[in-house]
């Protein structure tokens, strides 16, 4: 059985990104599901200094490991200030230093959602121009705009905007 992992690009504990990833997977057939929280991934900020005297931490490797032993990744972006999260930046920063194609060329449904109507559209956008260099195999995107007015009671509530999801799903399952 093939497995994905899915995840949001975010440390909140009350993460939107995190329920719109878990949602998305949940349309994903016949797959192992394993949702990841970056907080179970704790790391120092990277500094070439801290890895000089400390290494590589072992929570790097342990989520790359979980990119490499996957079919396939459903992100989701928080947006802060138009880029990532300093959670997530750290994190894909520690990773490239183990690997520089640390996405192994998985299938990836890349999203991004927000409270405001542009839905992360500004950090898909740097996602997507960044992550082919990264080993990055983007076959989906989404963006998801005005999240507490379109998602309810753990689905979206807007049906176009949950028919474009499923169709994004769709395309990503077909690449596993």
């Known amino acids: 059985m093939k497995n994905i992992i899915a995840f949001a690009g975010t440390n909140s504990k009350k ?4 329920e719109l990833a878990t949602y ?27 890895e000089v005297d400390h290494g590589i931490p072992d929570n790097a490797h342990k989520f790359l490991d979980a990119i490499k032993s ?5 992100l989701s972006l928080a947006e802060h200030n138009g880029a990532y999260s300093t959670a997530f930046k750290n994190l894909f920063d520690w990773m490239s230093r183990i690997d520089g194609k640390l996405w192994s060329e998985k299938p990836m449904l890349l999203m991004a959602t ?6 992360g559209v500004t950090v898909l956008e740097i996602a997507k121009g960044r992550f082919g ?7 989906a995107d989404f963006s998801f705009p005005s999240f507490y007015d379109n998602f ?11 028919s474009d999801l499923k169709n994004k799903v769709v395309s990503f399952q077909k690449t596993l």
């Open 15 to 18: 993460s939107i990104n995190k």
């Open 24 to 50: 998305a997977s949940s349309f994903v057939e016949d797959v192992k599901v394993n949702i990841l929280d970056l907080n179970d991934f704790e790391l120092p900020l990277y500094g070439i200094d801290y």
């Open 70 to 74: 996957s079919d396939g990744i459903i």
């Open 114 to 119: 927000s409270p405001g109507g542009r839905g």
């Open 133 to 139: 260099y990264m080993g990055g195999n983007v076959v």
């Open 152 to 162: 309810s009671d753990g689905k979206i509530t807007d049906e176009t905007l949950n």
